[in-house]
């Protein structure tokens, strides 16, 4: 997988974690439903690159510019 791919898959089911609901499947097709209130709070990205800037704004709450 494509490293600008695979962030954009890891920052959308990171943010599926921490912001479910009660009774959904834990995972898309799981036969086990959550049970707790997932424990939400801000999903931040490190992002060097367009693609990367594009999924920080598109999936996190904050970004962090990773400039060396």
Not at 11 to 39: D, T
Not at 55 to 63: E, K, L, Q, S, V
């Amino acid at each position: 997988m494509r490293p600008a791919a695979a962030m954009e898959a890891s920052a959308a089911a990171v943010r599926g974690f921490l912001h479910g609901k009660v009774g959904e499947p834990v995972v898309p097709g799981s036969v086990f439903p959550r049970r707790l209130q997932p424990p939400g709070g801000p999903l931040t990205v490190a992002a060097f690159g367009d693609r990367a800037i594009a999924t920080a704004a598109a999936h996190a709450d904050r970004m962090l510019l990773d400039i060396v």
